[in-house]
Nanobody, 123 residues
Framework: VQLQASGGGLVQPGGSLGLSCVAS????????IGWFRQAPGKEREGVSF??????FYADSVKGRFTISRDNAKNTVYLQMNSLKPEDTAVYHC???????????????????WGQGTLVTVSS
């Protein structure tokens, strides 16, 4: 099982970035994929999660971020719009069972993680 996250970079406030998480060794349909982020000096926090037919978002990104999945490419995407300096963090994707809304933020349920990709929002 592998997860490969990419797409981070430097963007100005108000700009957009798209992250990708390419999965290998398993089928996306059988699991949920979550995006988490960790800013310097802060705890890791859940950003978004996608199950079969269900998408969850943290309140801080709702309306600005969109999670999607392409099963044919075994890839999960996180489109980030209207970025703010407080979105600056290392973003990771992780694999979990198909979690309900009440559990998706608990990183203990994630058995595999990809390496992080740095997103910096700054002018």
């Amino acid at each position: 099982v592998q997860l490969q996250a990419s797409g981070g970079g430097l963007v100005q406030p108000g700009g957009s970035l798209g992250l990708s998480c390419v999965a290998s060794g398993f089928a996306l349909d059988d699991y949920g994929i979550g995006w988490f982020r960790q800013a310097p000096g802060k705890e890791r926090e859940g950003v978004s999660f996608i199950n079969v037919g269900r998408k969850f978002y943290a309140d801080s990104v709702k309306g600005r971020f969109t999670i999607s999945r392409d099963n044919a490419k075994n890839t999960v995407y996180l489109q980030m719009n209207s970025l703010k300096p407080e979105d600056t963090a290392v973003y990771h994707c992780g694999r979990a069972p198909r979690l309900p809304f009440s559990l998706w933020r608990a990183d203990a349920y994630y058995g595999y993680w990809g390496q992080g990709t740095l997103v910096t929002v700054s002018s």
